[in-house]
């Protein structure tokens, strides 16, 4: 839906607002990411991420 929005309704690339159950799904942040749009998401209280690991 966001790449209709972008690209037959000619709507700028603003900021991405969606609730914990969109924000939980990896590919859907994925796919924001792929398209440079920046994003605020809910998540979980359950949720867990991995450690940032350090480039050396």
Do not use: C, I, Q, S
């Amino acid at each position: 839906m966001l790449d209709e929005v972008r690209g037959d309704w000619e709507l700028p690339d603003l900021p991405v607002v969606a609730d914990a159950e969109r924000g939980d799904a990896t590919g859907f942040r994925e796919g924001l990411t792929e398209r440079g749009l920046a994003y605020a998401v809910g998540v979980k209280a359950t949720t867990t991420a991995p450690p940032r690991r350090r480039h050396a």
